[in-house]
């Protein structure tokens, strides 16, 4: 790549402050403002997690790791980051990205798995800012990297840290169901890969690091008309407890970083539902910002 090239990392965005909460929600649902209610809901969910959560900080973490690895490569690229519901918006990195002079860009989302819905949105708002441009950058867009090696080991030795969390003579029996964010049911009829991509990673996964047994549950299912992939990682848990299960792992393998869906959704919700069973739910660690995941990033953007 020449001088004039550069790299865009983007991910889903996440409000600030309180007051960022309303123009947040209002931009995920596409300019209509929530309810009252659905906005107390959410602004709870964030007060019980303290108030915020560090994607931003860590995406922009992974954005200086990434640069400085591209760097030792012998590859040295400046790298931007774009959110998708929150500053700095896609849009305006793609605008300051053309004003520094950039002219190619290789852009990656912060999520390995591809769908039309996720992915092929953020796709959609770089294409929509880069044709507001004058000259337009010639774009590549990394649609999906499940199985980069180094993003399968990373969750692979995640996993066995989180079984240690159990009691030694518990171990073996410890469940490990991966989850990730479902998606409205009408992608089956898309032939959306992102349902086969995810089940493909968590066999890789459950492979590396030695567990035959796994399952797969979906989670932050939105509430809106359309039926939405399940079953869901609650309702699921009754099935599990019904067949004797009392321990379970849960891996995340469809977030790469700590955000609402996972300090809320599971470590609140799925583990006050696993405790109102009598089970124990733990969860792995996630990627973040750690030297592996960095090189994950790096391998996949070549």
């Known amino acids: ?13 996440t409000p600030e402050r309180e007051e960022d909460i309303l123009p947040y929600y209002t931009h995920i649902r596409h300019g ?10 959410l602004t709870e969910r964030y007060r019980v997690v303290g108030g915020r959560t560090p994607l931003r900080d860590l995406t922009d973490e992974v954005a200086r790791g990434v640069e400085a690895e ?6 040295p690229l400046p ?9 700095p918006f896609i849009g305006d990195t793609v605008r300051r990205m053309a004003a520094d ?4 860009v290789t852009a990656l989302v912060l999520a390995p798995h591809y769908s039309r819905m996720s992915i092929g949105q953020y796709r959609r708002y770089v294409d929509e800012a880069n044709a507001t441009l004058a000259s337009p950058l010639a774009v590549r867009v990394v649609e999906s990297w499940h199985a980069q090696p180094q993003f399968v080991a990373l969750m692979a030795s995640l996993v066995a840290q989180g079984i240690a969390q159990f009691p030694v003579e518990r171990r073996d029996d410890v469940l490990i169901v991966f989850t990730a964010h479902s998606l409205p049911v009408k992608i089956r009829e898309w032939g959306d890969p992102y349902e086969q991509e995810l089940l493909d990673s968590s066999r890789a996964v459950a492979e590396r690091a030695g567990r035959r ?14 039926p939405w992939l399940g079953p869901d990682i609650q309702e699921y848990l009754e099935t599990l407890h019904a067949e004797g299960v009392r321990d379970v792992l849960q891996v995340p393998i469809g977030f790469v970083s700590d955000h609402l869906e996972v300090l809320y959704d599971i470590d609140v919700e799925a583990k006050q539902k696993a405790a109102s069973l009598g089970m124990r739910l733990e969860r792995t ?10 090189r994950a990033v790096a391998d996949a953007l070549s």
Request: charged share 15%.
């Open 1 to 13: 790549m020449s001088a004039t090239s550069a790299v865009l990392l983007m991910a889903y965005g």
């Open 101 to 104: 002079g950039v002219r190619e």
């Open 32 to 41: 209509r403002p929530p309810s009252p209610e659905a906005l107390a809901n």
């Open 70 to 75: 591209l760097g030792t490569r012998g590859t």
């Open 213 to 226: 047994a796994w399952r797969f549950a979906w989670q932050s299912a939105g509430q809106t008309a359309d």
């Open 79 to 87: 790298v931007y980051v774009g959110m998708k519901h929150w500053h």
């Open 285 to 294: 660690a996630l990627p973040n910002a750690r030297p592996e995941l960095i």
